[in-house]
């Protein structure tokens, strides 16, 4: 590889992963990737990450931020807790601060090898109820860690104001469809899916408005 | 002790230990202090941090930050790196958005515990050329924490234009001056002090010019 220029966040999950097909075509072969075990319950994630990079043939380091469990309690973190979005309160599968945890490690890590654009697949348009995917929290983030550590950070929203759908049919014209077979979307970490959780429902509901096949399904006798 | 009302970031130095001391006035028995283990390298500072959290009685917590040595080179977590400072440079000291790593995880702590107040040492007029010690950076870093988390911290830093000098007359004025005693401020983690450090002789322009003895020093005789 040539040198690094671009930085993208790979969690495994849908929109990471066409954050990475759109860094590459940005950054043919400069591109790199981190992820994060912070002691989420399905390791299987990053599982589907590694292979999501091994396919893109990418460099890929996974970080250890187990700490973010100890000193918070979620349904991500715990298996004690029940998966429940209520409206008016934060869904319970939010990790405080996750979000900038995340960047503030990458953009640690981007540094040390003289990076500055960082992708990430924060998108605010199908607004879950995460603050720390909103737009102003991720440009109020890239002010804080270019003073922070006196650098011009990039951090690269391609997903922001998309839809799932528009996002898919994105992906398509990429060429990159097939990734999507890789990547974990449900909360219950299976595959084939659980297709009832929140996060499987949004997926479907994105494929369908796009009028296109998941390719996590197509092998799959579940739907 | 009472519903717990600040969090100080308290690393075992002077400004830190000042902070408690200031903490201490505005929320009387409800202070809690977090230091942050990161392969620096000198273990003392923690061991001094938990000396004062001791005579101050209040609980203190440390958190594993080892991963921050282990994505990021410099001064203070290698001991093959020598310490520099030369103009126009960052000091070879500076940990990459170490203390937006220390607010970050910080702020995580105390919104788990309800805490809204969150008292760091940082200072601009002795500018030493951290840039993360900055006023611009600390109030984009209160900004983007209260966007990540939908909550309302207060960062709070009362030395930010403070002289060493001026530091020292108010902790004397609070009535201690004596926690100075315990404090580590030499880069070479040594009681007594070198005296030849940037640190140590930043330490004592301050008491100088304060016109008060540095505790630190009475029983040695190295001065």
Redesign the interface.
């Known amino acids: 590889m040539t040198k690094p220029k671009a930085l993208v966040l790979l969690s495994g999950g849908q929109d990471s992963t066409t954050c990475l097909a759109i860094a590459l075509k940005a950054f043919p072969n400069q591109v790199e990737a981190i992820g994060f075990n912070y002691g989420q319950r399905h390791l299987a994630e990053l599982k589907a990450a590694e292979k999501i990079a091994r396919i893109a043939q990418i460099p890929f380091k996974v ?3 187990s ?2 469990g100890q ?3 979620n349904a991500l973190t715990s298996k004690e807790i029940k998966i429940e979005q209520n409206q008016g309160q ?1 869904p319970s599968t939010f990790v ?2 996750r ?3 995340f960047l ?2 990458a ?3 981007a ?2 090898k003289n990076i500055k654009n960082i992708y990430i697949g924060a998108c605010q348009t199908d607004y879950s109820g995460y ?2 995917c ?1 737009d ?2 991720i440009k ?2 890239n ?3 270019n ?4 650098y011009e950070f990039k951090i690269i929203t391609p997903l922001m104001w998309l839809t799932k759908a528009e996002e898919i049919k994105l992906m398509q014209l990429l060429g990159n469809l097939a990734w999507y077979q890789h990547t974990l979307t449900c909360y219950e970490g299976i595959n084939p899916p659980c297709g009832i959780c929140p996060a499987c429902k949004l997926r479907a509901k994105g494929f369908q408005e796009a009028n296109i096949s998941d390719p996590l399904l197509i092998n799959s006798n579940k739907f």
């Not at 003073?147 to 006196?150: G, I, K, T, V």
């Open positions: 970080l250890d931020l700490l973010l000193i918070t309690h934060l405080d601060g979000n900038m945890v503030l490690f953009a640690i890590y540094k040390n603050p720390d909103r102003e929290f109020s983030a002010q804080t860690l003073l922070a550590m006196d």
